[in-house]
């Protein structure tokens, strides 16, 4: 399996980025993909996540109501909505792959290469 993610660029305070992350290759049907993000000096950690099957959905307490993870499941694609961006979302994310939703984002075995948020102020 790989992951391409895509759409990260520079924003200002209170802006919008749509990430996206395209999965190919051969997988089961159920799986789940999140969005791991890394800041600057900091741990990764994990952001959002959302089933293939079920749809159901994760956010981390600092982005809920800001960011929206969705599927298209006919495209193999997952996107990450992020609204009302702040300076302290700037990180590098990445898409991620796993049967489930993991805490420990080293848990996840699939990665894909990360794209840049920089938010400025």
């Known amino acids: 399996v790989q992951l391409q993610a895509s759409g990260g660029g520079l924003v200002q305070t209170g802006g919008s980025l749509r990430l996206s992350c395209q999965r190919s290759?051969?997988?089961?049907?159920?799986?789940?993909i999140g969005w791991i993000r890394q800041a600057p000096g900091k741990e990764r950690s994990r952001v959002s996540c959302?089933?293939?099957?079920?749809?159901?959905?994760y956010y981390a307490d600092s982005v809920k109501g800001r960011f929206t993870i969705s599927r298209d499941n006919a495209k193999n694609t997952v996107f990450l909505q992020m609204n009302s961006l702040t300076p302290e979302d700037t990180a590098i994310y990445y898409c991620v792959l796993g049967p489930i939703c993991y805490s420990d984002p080293a848990d996840f075995r699939s990665w894909g290469q990360g794209t840049q948020v920089t938010v400025s102020s």
């Open positions: 290759g051969f997988i089961s049907d159920n799986y789940v």
């Open positions: 959302i089933s293939s099957s079920t749809g159901a959905t």
